[in-house]
Structure formats: C-alpha cells, structure tokens
C-alpha cells in the first residue's frame, strides 16, 4: 500500500470514528480538548434532547410519542454539532483535503435541521415521519446538493473564474 492510500485511509477512519460519535476522530487525531469538549456536548445535547430515548421509539413505530417527547430546543443543536465534528475530524486527519469538502457536511447538517423542523407535523401519505426519520431522510438531500454546489464550486475554480 502507498503511503498516500494510507492517509486518505486515515480520513476515513476518522470520519467513520466521529459519525459513530462526536468526538472520537478529534481523539484520534490527538486533538484532546476539542475531543472531550464534542463528546460532552454531544452527551448533554442527546441527553437533554432525549434523543435515545426517541431513536428507540421511533425504530419502534411509536412516532407520535417521540414528537410528544422531543425536546426541540436542545434537540436543533445536534445536527450541527455532529456534521461540524465530522468535517472537523476529516480534515485535520492525514492525507489530501479536498477543496470545499465542507459544503456537503454544512448542507446536510442545514438540512437535517430543516427535517427535524418540520417533524411534529409533516406526514407522507398520511404517515407522520417524526423527528428520527425525517430528518434522516432529509439528509441524503442536503448531501446531493451539498454535493452539487461543491462541484460547482470546483468548476468555478477549474476554469479560473
């Protein structure tokens, strides 16, 4: 194996270590103050939010109880939280970053927090999503035209303007 493979492998390790938690690539990636502090904040928003507590509802069906049992002022918090450590984790880990890899993390975070904006309320055919599923299916959105907007970003850059 090359030694850049290697690095990029390292990217991913760590951004694959923080989506499991908040914090996890910043200890990896010796970054300990910054490491502890995410963990904390996630630990505090996720508790305050009840966010296991609705992930475990929802998996269950019982959508109606977790939009009951969302605290949504601590709850706005996390997405942000978790797709800025994620970011923050890949790029100061070893190997190549790549220009405007932020955008499609600040998408998917806006996006996701639009989701669970509109989870007490937004029903597709006539089934309330709630605030675990909503969002998650808001994500792969925010991450598309993250996407998209990077690459025009990137052609902008290609062809100097």
């Known amino acids: 194996m090359n030694k850049k493979s290697g690095k990029n492998r390292d990217k991913l390790e760590k951004l694959l270590w923080s989506i499991a938690l908040p914090g996890f690539g910043q200890l990896l990636n010796e970054r300990y103050l910054k490491g502890f502090i995410l963990v904390f904040l996630e630990i505090i928003i996720n508790v305050l ?3 296991n507590e ?6 269950h069906g019982d959508i109606q109880e977790a939009v009951q049992r969302t605290n949504y002022q601590w709850l706005m918090f996390y997405p942000c939280l978790y797709f800025f450590a994620m970011w923050d984790a890949y ?6 970053s790549k220009p405007y890899a932020f955008v499609p993390f ?8 639009v989701g669970l904006i509109f989870s ?3 029903t597709i055919f006539g089934y309330l999503i709630g605030p675990v599923w909503l ?5 792969p959105i925010g991450l598309t035209i993250g996407g998209w907007i990077r690459w025009l970003l990137l052609s902008r850059m290609d062809n100097g303007t």
Not at 54 to 59: A, T
Not at 91 to 96: D, L, M, T, V, Y
Request: glycine share 6%; aromatic share 20%.
């Open 49 to 51: 939010g009840n966010f």
């Open 106 to 113: 600040v998408f998917a975070a806006y996006f996701v927090t």
């Open 91 to 96: 790029r100061e880990a070893e190997g190549e």
């Open 54 to 59: 609705l992930i475990i509802l929802s998996f």
């Open 135 to 139: 969002p998650i299916i808001a994500l």
């Open 120 to 122: 007490p309320n937004f």
